[in-house]
C-alpha cells in the first residue's frame, strides 16, 4: 500500500511517519518500504535508497529522533538528515518551492541576528533552573519559564524588511546553508555581517512570556 492509501492527509500522514522513526533506537537502520519511497519526492536533495540507507538517530540540540540519509562517496561517508515533513508537503502537492525558499532565508536573517546584542540581552536578564530559561514578563510581571525576547518597540519585522528594501535584497537570491547545528544560516558572510550590524543598532528588547507575546505579535505592523 502507498502512503496515500493509508493516510487520507498530510496530518496522518505526519503521525504515521512520526511513529515509525520514534519506535527506532538510535542508529538504527529504517527499512520501512513506505519511508523509503516517501524520501523520493525531497523537494531539493536528491536520495536513492539503492546506494545508501536510512537511519534514525538523535538530532541536536533538541535531541529529538530524526531521520537521516547516509552513503558512501569514493572513501568518504557522507550523511545528513532529512526533512521527511517535507517530503510529505511534497508528496501531498503542497509544496511551493519559491515560498519554501524564500521562508527558509527569512529563518537563517533570524538566526543571524540571534548572535548580536539579542543573545547578550537574554542571558543578562534570564536564569536557568530546572534546564529551563526563566525570566519575568515585562508586561504581566509573572516569572516564567521559556521566557522570550521580543522586539520593542520597534518591531523585528520592520527592521528586517527595512534592512531588505534599502539594500534591495531579493529573497530567492540569498544563499543559505544548514550547519552542524541544523541551523538554517546565511552563507555569504558579508551580507550576515551586514545585516547583524544593521540589526544591532537598531534592536530593542524586552522579556515576554510566550502569551503575552503572541498577544502583541508584530504592535500591528504588517
Request: overall charge positive.
Amino acid at each position: 500500500m502507498s502512503l496515500k492509501e493509508l493516510c487520507a492527509n498530510m496530518t496522518r500522514a505526519n503521525k504515521y511517519v512520526s511513529n515509525i522513526i520514534k519506535q527506532k533506537n538510535n542508529e538504527e537502520i529504517i527499512k520501512d518500504e513506505i519511508i523509503k519511497e516517501l524520501v523520493k519526492y525531497h523537494p531539493t536533495k536528491i536520495i536513492d535508497v539503492n546506494k545508501g540507507q536510512l537511519k534514525m538517530k538523535i538530532r541536536p540540540p533538541f535531541n529529538k529522533p530524526a531521520l537521516y540519509y547516509t552513503y558512501k562517496n569514493n572513501e568518504e561517508i557522507i550523511e545528513y538528515d532529512i526533512s521527511w515533513k517535507l517530503c510529505i508537503r511534497n508528496y501531498y502537492g503542497k509544496y511551493n518551492r519559491d515560498k519554501e525558499y524564500e521562508n527558509d532565508v527569512k529563518t537563517a536573517f533570524r538566526n543571524e541576528s540571534h548572535i548580536g546584542t539579542k543573545k547578550l540581552y537574554f542571558i543578562n536578564k534570564t536564569t536557568i533552573e530546572n534546564n529551563s530559561f526563566m525570566g519575568i514578563c515585562n508586561n504581566c510581571n509573572q516569572k516564567t519559564k521559556n521566557i522570550t525576547t521580543d522586539h520593542y518597540k520597534l518591531p523585528y519585522k520592520k527592521i528586517f524588511d527595512n534592512f531588505i528594501n534599502t539594500n534591495n535584497i531579493k529573497l530567492r537570491d540569498v544563499d543559505i546553508f544548514e550547519n552542524e547545528n541544523n541551523e538554517i544560516r546565511i552563507k555569504d558572510e558579508n551580507i550576515a555581517s551586514k545585516w547583524l550590524k544593521y540589526h544591532d543598532n537598531r534592536a530593542k528588547y524586552r522579556l515576554l512570556c510566550s502569551s503575552c507575546n503572541s498577544h502583541f505579535g508584530s504592535y500591528g505592523y504588517k
